[in-house]
């Protein structure tokens, strides 16, 4: 089967079960933010592998957009499949997802040393601006939602919490991993 089916030459899409929707859809933009999120963690984690950020944020970055995923198929669900969906495999964001990123913002806030000062302007790192860009979109990512759930009340809250505390743990890894960046090196040959 190609990926190619032009089924949406004519300007809609499927969301999840087969139901047609305009490509404009507020579902299918909502989800286009996420999807953004999901690809700038990945280039997050590409910048991080083998510098300060590795493996400390990128094996939870991997589990989140694992997460995301879950989310996106939860948020591509029409009301009336709803209930269809619940009793899938598919998976939903949980209060345990939002859970375990909060503890991991609390964490960074208790037991690392982030230095910052007033507002943070990215840009002192390409790891860490890309963290930080991808807290940008996540927020984006949750304004949308947040629109989605005033015309759709049976969306799940935990969607808006999980993005919410998501950008919150972005921001922080971004401002950690320009402080691990900026710490001084150690001179071996004084040792």
Not at 174 to 191: F, G, H, L, Y
Request: with cysteine; proline share 4%.
């Amino acid at each position: 089967m190609s990926i190619s089916t032009q089924t949406g030459d004519q300007g809609s899409t499927s969301l999840l079960y087969g139901r047609r929707v305009p490509k404009t859809d507020h579902r299918i933009a909502c989800n286009g933010a996420v999807d953004e999120l999901n690809a700038q963690l990945g280039m997050a984690r590409a910048f991080l592998k083998g510098s300060v950020g590795d493996p400390f944020i990128t094996e939870p970055l991997f589990r989140i957009q694992k997460e995301l995923i879950v989310l996106m198929g939860e948020v591509a669900v029409a009301p009336e499949d709803r209930e269809r969906h619940r009793t899938s495999t598919y998976g939903v964001t949980t209060p345990e997802m939002v859970q375990t990123l909060t503890d991991a913002v609390h964490d960074l806030e208790q037991n690392h040393q982030i230095e910052f000062h007033r507002w943070a302007t990215p840009g002192d790192s390409v790891a860490s601006a890309s963290v930080e860009l991808a807290r940008v979109i996540c927020r984006r990512a949750e304004r949308l939602i947040v629109g989605l759930r005033e015309t759709d009340p049976g969306l799940s809250v935990e969607i808006i919490r999980y993005l919410n505390r998501l950008s919150d743990l972005l921001w922080l890894w971004a401002r950690w991993v320009e402080t691990q960046e900026n710490k001084p090196v150690e001179d071996s040959t004084t040792a």
